[in-house]
């Protein structure tokens, strides 16, 4: 009688155990998302001269380096030097697509009166039509776009 009285007991203890409630999936769906920072990527755009950097910081500066230098060397050798001698600086819109695509835009900037936009931005475009592919950015493991303004040097020959 003792053992079914404890026994009796001990399912009635464990029966509360198990009646927790259950947060709702909607809650528990918010407080996931507010966790989440949104304006950061757990792994930026990468290229192929960066990936073997275990460091996220190095990682990214290699990127944009390479970004930069790359993008000098190709329009470095188009009209627009010729076209508009003033111009010693460009800002570049990067677009970079969750299928490694990639879009190069001019961006206005405060000397961006003294020249035609539409003109630079069609030498931009074709310059960089063969630009080697970049890897994209992720979040949470998911392939995110990523778009950010890029300033470019013109190099004076």
């Known amino acids: ?18 009646d927790k409630k ?4 909607n809650e528990l769906l918010q407080q996931e998302l507010q966790k989440i920072n949104w304006s950061e990527v ?14 996220k910081e190095a990682q990214k500066q290699c ?28 800002q570049v819109k990067v677009t970079v697509f969750p299928d490694k695509s990639t879009i190069f835009e001019t961006q206005e900037s405060k000397d961006s009166l003294d020249y035609n936009l539409k003109e630079i931005d069609s030498i931009i475009q074709s310059s960089l039509s063969n630009f080697p592919p970049i890897e994209p950015a992720s ?5 995110v776009k990523t778009q950010f303004i890029l300033p470019v040097i013109i190099k004076k020959k």
């Open 42 to 55: 757990d792994e930026y755009p990468s290229v192929y001269a960066c990936d073997t950097m275990q460091n």
């Open 22 to 25: 259950v947060p709702d999936e």
């Open 63 to 90: 990127f944009f380096d390479y970004l930069s230098q790359e993008i000098q060397q190709k329009i470095s050798v188009d009209s627009i030097q010729m076209l508009y001698p003033n111009i010693d600086t460009i």
């Open 1 to 18: 009688m003792k053992k079914l009285s404890l026994l009796l007991l001990f399912l009635i203890v464990s029966c509360q155990l198990f």
């Open 139 to 143: 979040k949470r493991g998911v392939k």
